[in-house]
Nanobody
Framework: QLQASGGGLVQPGDSLRLSCVASGRLYSSSVLAWFRQAPGKEREFVAAARWSDARTYYADSVKGRFTISKDRAENTVYLQMNTLKPEDTAVYCC???????????????WGQGTLVTVSS
């Protein structure tokens, strides 16, 4: 199971950090990812991190503003979001898969979403 938290209402330019705690075993091949879905839009890839090494991946739309990190002792992955924009407004979900992929269908474990609203 995955438990996401940290969403909220912020103003443009603000920062927010999302957390996703993974219960159960994480394997060396595991990948933890963040996806988001805005109203009326398809779910889109945001960022991913391999559990076993330092490789991380980002969508072009968040590169340079968002940072994914992990705490292996706490089985937690974080998404630090800086310089937030109104277009970042979405429900953010964390997911676990066995390989890196930007397609949400490749992930078989999902947490509930946490809403991020960026508005002045």
């Amino acid at each position: 199971q995955l438990q996401a938290s940290g969403g909220g209402l912020v103003q443009p330019g603000d920062s927010l950090r999302l957390s996703c705690v993974a219960s159960g075993r994480l394997y060396s091949s595991s990948v933890l990812a963040w996806f988001r879905q805005a109203p009326g839009k398809e779910r889109e890839f945001v960022a991913a991190a391999r559990w076993s090494d330092a490789r991380t991946y980002y969508a072009d739309s968040v590169k340079g503003r968002f940072t994914i990190s992990k705490d292996r002792a706490e089985n937690t992955v974080y998404l630090q979001m800086n310089t937030l924009k109104p277009e970042d407004t979405a429900v953010y979900c964390c997911a676990k898969g066995s390989a890196y992929d930007t397609n949400f269908r490749a992930y078989n474990n999902w947490g509930q979403g946490t809403l991020v609203t960026v508005s002045s």
